[in-house]
C-alpha cells in the first residue's frame, strides 16, 4: 500500500489494542479513521487528543500524532493545538465520564467558542478503567459498583447541552449501527467549526445491555429514529411511526393516523428542531435520534477568528516589539 | 513665601499616598513616579489597594495605597516609613499617620474633615486640630476650596472640580520637589489633550488649572519652610521607561516568541495580581501574540500545553490559588517533556487568602505542589523590571530542556514600578538554537524516536505534530524511550532519574551567585525574588557600617546555584528573609544541612530595609 493513499489501515498503529473483546469501541475506531480519510489530510497532519478513560486509548491504536493527556481536559488541550496549527485536522476521543464529568467545563466551553474539533465522544454510561461506577449519563437505577441499590442522579443529555452552548454539529451514532457512525465520522471530519458526535456504545463488562432498548432485533427500532436532512422523520421496525408537531412540542404518530404533509421533514440547518430532536427519549415516548440532527456552519470557527483578528490588528497597529516596548513615557540617560 | 523656601539636597524620599479606593491614587502615585523619573531619579513604588473595587468610601477599610521611593541612586525598594504622607481624607490619616517617620510631613485635605467624615471613622475630636498628631509636620490644606476657587470661571459640577485635587496636589509635590512642571503639563495633554486617545478637552484644562494652583500655592505661601533637591541617579545609560513587573512579562513574552520564531502563545485565566499581565498581553496583537483567555485555571494551562505541543511558544499567568488548580496539568506538560512557563504572581495564602497582598509563600508549592517525583526549574524575578529577564530566561531554558518552568514574582513586583532599561530587540539573546525541532532531513537515514535524549542536556528529541513522517503518540503514561508506555519497574525508575537528572544538570550551566560584600564573614543574608530590593538595600548599609555582613541573592531557587553551598559554608550565621513561614530556609536546611535562620513576614507587605537590619543586628548580638 503506498504510503500515501488514504485508507482506513494507513491511519492503524502497529501497537496492540487492548479494548476488551466486544466493546463497542472497536466499531467507533473504525468509524474514526473512515473520518480521517475523508478529511483527506495525511497522517502526520492528524493530531488525536484524549483525555482519561477506556476510550482515552484511542491515540496508541492511530498512526497519527496522538497526545494522551489527562483526566477531563482534552478539550481544553486540543483547543490551544488547534489554535496554535490549524493546519492540522484535529480529533478529540472522550468519553462520557471524561467529558461530562470532570471534564464538562472544558466540553462546554470548547462547543461555545466553536474550535474546529472533530469531537467524539464515546457514551456507554459507565466509568469502564475504573471498573464499573456511574456517570453522569448513567440511568436512573443503574445499578453500579458506587450505585449498589440503584443511581438517584439524573442523566445528563450531552447534546442537549451541546445545542444550549451553540453547537454547530450535533450529532449521535451508536457502535451497532457502524455505517451511521462512519457517515456521522465523514460529515464531522468534513464540518468547518466544533464537531460533536456523541457515539453509544456497550460495554460489555460493566454495563452490558446499556442500550439494548434500542439495539433489540426485534423491538429496538421502534425507539430510534436516524435522521436524515430533507427526508421525513420516519420510524419503527415497519416504518409505521413518524413524528409531528404538536404545538410547540414533537410527538411519536402512527403514519397511517396522520396526513403526508403532517410528517416532520428533518431540516439538519434548524436549529429549534434540533434543539427538540436532542431532548427526545424512549422513556419519555419518543424514539431517540440518531444521525445528523443538526449541522450548520454559518459561524467561523474560533481558531479563524483568532487569526483574523490579529491580521487586522496587525494591519492597524503595526507596532514592532521595539516600539511596543518603547510606548508611553521614555527617557534617555 | 517662596523666598523663605531653602532648597535642600536629599539623597532619597519615601512619600506614600493614601485615599478612597477609586480616588485615583495609584493614578496619581504612578504619574509621581513617572515624573521623578523623567527627571532622572531611580524609583521604586508599590501599589497598596483593598481587594473591594470599591469599598465604602470614607471608610479605613477602603483606602487605598501607594507608596514610592526617589532616589539620587540606585533605589531597591519603595523605602520604609514615608518621609511625606499624601491623606486624602480622615479614613486615610487615620489608616497611614502611625507609618510616617517622626517628624515627617503629613499633607491632607481640610475640607474632608467633615464632622460625618469623622464620625465615620471614630474620630471624637478633629485631628487636625486636637494634637493628636503633634510630632508630624501637618500640611492642611483646603483643596476643594483651592481648587474651587481656581476653577470658578469653568462650567463644570462642583464634584468634577474636586476631583482635579489630584493634580493640585501634583502641583504642590512637584514645586515641593522641585520637579519640572513642563512634565505634567505634557502628561496632562497626553492623557486628556485632543491628541488622547479619548480626548477630554474639558478635563485637561480643568486638570492643568488645578495643577498650576498648587505650584502657586506651594510658591506664595508659607506653609513650606523647605523644598527638596534630588540629584539624577547614577543609573546606566539608555532609554528606559517606568514598567510594572507584570508588563515587563508581559513584553518579555511576546518578546521571547520574536526571538525563537516560534509563535507566543497565553493559556490563562484572570486572576488577582496576575491579571495586567495578560490585559497587557493581549493588546499585542500586532506581534502575533495569541491570548486565549480560557474557562479556568485548569483550562489555561492546559490549552498552553496544546500549543506547546504544537510547536508554540506557550505560556500560561497565574496566582496562587490558580498554580494549585493546574498542579496536575504542569505534572503532564513534566512527563510530555514539552516547554512551557508558568507565571505566578505570588499573593498571600492560603487558598484564597489575601487577593491583592504580596506574599512569597508559593515557593513549597512550586517545588512540590505535584504528584509524584517532578522537579521543574523555578526562577524568581526580583524587581518589576527583572520581571522582563525572568521570564525570557524562563522561556529559553523550558525550551532549551523542554521542561515547564514556574517563573515566581509576587503582587509587590507585579504591580510595583521602577524604570526599566528598554532593550532592543536585536540585543537579545536568539532563541532559534533552543527550539531545535527534530526534522528528518537533518537526521538522514535516522528514524524519530520520541524519548530519545540529547547526551549533554537529557532533553529529548521533539517532533511536532505536522513533520512528515514523525507521527508518534506521547502521553501521561510512564513510558520507556520510545514513547511506548510502558509499567516496567525498571524503565520507571530509569525515566524519573532522567527527569531529575535533567533539572539538576541545569545547576551546571547557570551562573554561580555572587556574594555582595565580602565572601567570608560574620552573617550571610540570603534574598530570593521580591526580597532582592530591600536585603540589598539593608546589607549595602550594614556594610557601610562596617558590619561584618555580605548578602547573596538567589535568581534561580530551584536548582540552587552550583557555588551556593560553598559559599554558605564560609559564614558563620545564615540568615534567610522571606515572605513566608521559612520556605527558603527549609529547603536550604534540607539541601545543605545548614542551621538556616529564617526572618517570616506574613503581613502582606514586602520586608523593610530595617527589618532585615535590626535581625542582621540581633544575630551580630548588637
Known amino acids: 500500500m503506498a504510503d500515501t493513499q488514504l485508507t482506513k489501515k494507513y491511519f492503524a498503529s502497529d501497537a496492540e489494542v487492548k479494548w476488551c473483546p466486544g466493546c463497542g469501541d472497536f466499531a467507533i475506531m473504525n468509524a474514526v479513521r473512515q473520518g480521517m480519510v475523508a478529511a483527506g489530510k495525511p497522517r502526520d497532519e492528524v493530531a488525536i487528543v484524549s483525555g482519561i478513560g477506556c476510550s482515552s486509548r484511542f491515540p496508541y491504536y492511530m498512526e497519527t500524532?496522538?497526545?494522551?493527556?489527562?483526566?477531563?481536559?482534552?478539550?481544553?488541550?486540543?483547543?490551544?493545538?488547534k489554535v496554535a496549527n490549524p493546519k492540522l485536522d484535529v480529533w478529540v476521543i472522550s468519553g462520557d465520564g471524561d467529558s461530562t464529568a470532570i471534564g464538562g467545563n472544558h466540553f462546554i466551553h470548547a462547543i461555545r467558542r466553536n474550535v474546529n474539533l472533530n469531537y467524539v465522544m464515546i457514551n456507554n454510561k459507565i466509568y469502564g478503567l475504573t471498573k464499573g461506577q456511574y456517570s453522569p449519563t448513567s440511568e436512573v437505577g443503574q445499578i453500579s459498583k458506587t450505585s449498589p441499590y440503584g443511581v438517584i442522579d439524573y442523566p445528563m443529555a450531552p447534546l442537549r447541552v451541546a445545542m444550549g452552548m451553540g453547537a454547530t454539529f450535533v450529532a449521535r451514532g451508536l457502535d451497532k449501527k457502524m455505517k451511521l457512525s462512519e457517515e456521522i465520522c465523514i460529515r464531522g471530519a468534513k464540518h468547518h467549526g466544533f464537531s460533536m458526535m456523541e457515539i453509544f456504545a456497550n460495554c460489555v463488562i460493566y454495563n452490558d445491555g446499556?442500550?439494548?432498548?434500542?439495539?433489540?432485533?426485534?423491538?429496538?427500532?421502534n425507539y430510534l429514529i436516524i435522521v436524515r436532512d430533507g427526508e421525513k422523520m420516519i420510524f419503527g421496525a415497519d416504518n409505521q411511526l413518524c413524528l409531528v408537531q404538536d404545538g410547540f412540542a414533537i410527538k411519536a404518530a402512527n403514519v397511517?393516523?396522520?396526513?403526508?404533509?403532517?410528517?416532520?421533514?428533518?431540516?439538519?440547518k434548524n436549529v429549534e428542531m434540533a434543539t427538540l430532536l436532542t431532548a427526545m427519549r424512549p422513556d419519555a415516548g419518543l424514539p431517540l435520534a440518531l444521525g445528523i440532527i443538526y449541522a450548520n456552519d454559518s459561524k467561523k470557527p474560533y481558531d479563524d477568528l483568532i487569526y483574523e483578528q490579529l491580521a487586522a490588528v496587525k494591519s492597524k497597529r503595526g507596532r514592532s516589539m521595539d516600539d511596543i516596548m518603547r510606548e508611553g513615557h521614555t527617557w534617555t540617560v | 513665601m517662596a523666598e523663605n523656601a531653602k532648597l535642600t539636597s536629599a539623597e532619597q524620599i519615601v512619600i506614600k499616598f493614601t485615599g478612597d479606593s477609586g480616588d485615583g491614587m495609584q493614578l496619581i502615585g504612578n504619574q509621581l513616579t513617572a515624573l521623578a523619573a523623567l527627571?532622572?531619579?531611580?524609583?521604586?513604588?508599590?501599589?497598596?489597594?483593598?481587594?473591594?473595587?470599591?469599598?465604602?468610601?470614607?471608610?479605613?477599610?477602603?483606602?487605598?495605597?501607594?507608596?514610592?521611593?526617589?532616589?539620587?541612586?540606585?533605589?531597591?525598594?519603595?523605602?520604609?516609613?514615608p518621609d511625606v504622607l499624601v491623606a486624602f481624607n480622615p479614613a486615610a490619616v487615620k489608616h497611614s499617620s502611625k507609618f510616617v517617620k517622626a517628624g515627617g510631613?503629613?499633607?491632607?485635605?481640610?475640607?474632608?474633615?467633615?464632622?460625618?467624615?469623622?464620625?465615620?471613622?471614630?474620630?471624637?475630636?478633629?485631628?487636625l486640630e486636637d494634637g493628636s498628631l503633634n510630632g508630624y509636620d501637618v500640611k492642611a490644606i483646603p483643596m476643594f476650596t483651592l481648587v474651587r476657587e481656581a476653577l470658578a470661571d469653568m462650567d463644570m459640577p462642583n464634584a468634577a472640580k474636586d476631583r482635579c485635587k489630584n493634580f493640585f496636589v501634583m502641583g504642590v509635590l512637584c514645586w515641593l520637589f522641585n520637579k519640572d512642571k513642563q512634565l505634567v503639563l505634557d502628561f496632562i495633554q497626553e492623557k486628556f489633550g485632543p491628541n488622547a486617545k479619548k480626548p477630554k478637552l474639558q478635563v485637561a484644562e480643568a486638570n492643568t488649572m488645578a495643577f498650576k494652583a498648587g505650584l502657586n500655592y506651594g510658591e506664595t505661601t508659607i506653609m513650606f519652610q523647605e523644598r527638596y533637591d534630588l540629584g539624577a541617579a547614577q543609573i546606566e545609560k539608555g532609554l528606559y521607561r517606568n514598567i510594572t513587573g507584570n508588563d515587563a512579562a508581559a513584553l518579555a513574552i511576546a518578546a521571547a516568541g520574536e526571538k525563537s520564531g516560534l509563535r507566543p502563545f497565553i493559556g490563562s485565566y484572570p486572576i488577582t495580581p496576575a491579571t495586567d499581565l495578560l490585559h497587557y498581553a493581549s493588546e499585542m496583537k500586532d506581534v502575533d501574540l495569541v491570548t486565549m483567555q480560557m474557562e479556568d485555571e485548569i483550562a489555561g494551562i492546559c490549552s498552553a500545553i496544546g500549543a506547546s505541543c504544537a510547536g508554540a511558544l506557550a505560556f500560561t499567568t497565574t496566582s496562587g490559588p490558580g498554580l494549585a488548580l493546574k498542579t496536575e496539568a504542569a505534572g503532564m506538560a513534566l512527563i510530555l517533556e514539552v516547554p512551557l512557563v508558568i507565571v505566578n504572581v505570588q499573593r498571600g495564602g492560603p487558598c484564597t487568602g489575601l487577593p491583592t497582598k504580596t506574599e512569597q509563600s508559593d515557593l513549597l508549592q512550586s517545588m512540590f505542589g505535584r504528584n509524584g517525583d517532578s522537579y521543574l526549574p523555578i526562577i524568581a524575578a526580583n524587581s518589576p523590571a527583572d520581571c522582563f529577564d525572568a521570564t525570557f530566561q524562563a522561556a529559553k531554558i523550558a525550551l532549551k530542556y523542554r521542561t515547564p518552568v514556574i517563573v515566581l514574582t509576587d503582587g509587590y513586583i507585579g504591580q510595583g514600578s521602577c524604570p526599566w532599561k528598554v532593550p532592543k530587540m536585536s540585543e537579545l539573546e536568539d532563541l532559534t538554537p533552543y527550539v531545535n525541532f527534530w526534522k528528518p532531513e537533518d537526521h538522514p537515514g535516522e528514524k524519530y524516536v520520541s524519548y530519545k535524549r540529547d547526551p549533554e542536556t537529557l532533553a529529548r528529541d521533539w517532533a511536532i505534530p505536522g513533520t512528515k513522517g514523525c507521527q508518534h503518540r506521547i502521553g501521561t503514561?510512564?513510558?520507556?524511550?520510545?514513547?511506548?508506555?510502558?509499567?516496567?519497574?525498571?524503565?520507571?525508575q530509569r525515566m524519573t532519574e532522567y527527569r531529575k537528572a535533567k533539572v539538576d544538570n541545569l545547576a551546571q550551566v547557570l551562573p554561580g551567585v555572587e556574594?555582595?560584600?565580602?565572601?567570608?564573614?560574620?552573617?550571610?543574608?540570603?534574598s530570593w525574588g521580591g526580597t532582592?530590593?530591600?536585603?540589598k538595600g539593608a546589607v549595602d548599609r550594614l556594610i557601610e557600617e562596617g558590619k561584618p555582613v555580605s548578602g547573596v541573592n538567589l535568581r534561580w531557587v530551584w536548582p540552587f546555584p552550583p557555588n551556593l553551598g560553598e559559599i554558605i559554608s564560609r559564614f558563620d550565621k545564615v540568615l534567610v528573609p522571606e515572605l513566608n513561614m521559612g520556605q527558603l530556609s527549609l529547603m536550604l536546611r534540607a539541601k545543605f544541612l545548614v542551621d538556616v535562620q529564617s526572618l517570616s513576614k506574613v503581613q502582606g507587605d514586602p520586608f523593610r530595609e530595617y527589618e532585615v537590619i535590626d535581625k542582621v543586628n540581633e544575630m551580630l548580638g548588637e
Do not use: W
Not at chain 2, 541612586?73 to 520604609?80: P, W
Not at chain 2, 556574594?515 to 540570603?526: A, D, M, Q, R
Not at chain 2, 532582592?532 to 536585603?535: K, L, N, Q
Open chain 2, 532 to 535: 532582592y530590593g530591600a536585603v
Open chain 2, 515 to 526: 556574594v555582595n560584600g565580602k565572601e567570608s564573614n560574620k552573617v550571610l543574608v540570603i
Open chain 1, 256 to 268: 397511517a393516523d396522520v396526513a403526508d404533509a403532517d410528517i416532520l421533514v428533518h431540516d439538519e
Open chain 2, 39 to 81: 527627571d532622572g531619579n531611580d524609583v521604586n513604588s508599590l501599589p497598596d489597594y483593598p481587594s473591594e473595587i470599591r469599598a465604602p468610601a470614607g471608610t479605613v477599610a477602603g483606602i487605598s495605597g501607594f507608596q514610592m521611593c526617589l532616589g539620587d541612586h540606585k533605589i531597591y525598594t519603595a523605602g520604609d516609613a
Open chain 1, 210 to 221: 446499556a442500550h439494548n432498548k434500542i439495539t433489540d432485533k426485534e423491538t429496538g427500532d
Open chain 1, 65 to 81: 500524532y496522538g497526545f494522551h493527556t489527562i483526566h477531563g481536559r482534552a478539550a481544553a488541550i486540543a483547543s490551544g493545538l
Open chain 2, 105 to 127: 510631613m503629613i499633607i491632607t485635605n481640610s475640607d474632608s474633615f467633615t464632622e460625618k467624615a469623622m464620625e465615620k471613622v471614630g474620630y471624637t475630636s478633629n485631628p
Open chain 2, 477 to 492: 503514561l510512564e513510558k520507556d524511550d520510545t514513547g511506548a508506555v510502558s509499567h516496567d519497574p525498571a524503565t520507571h
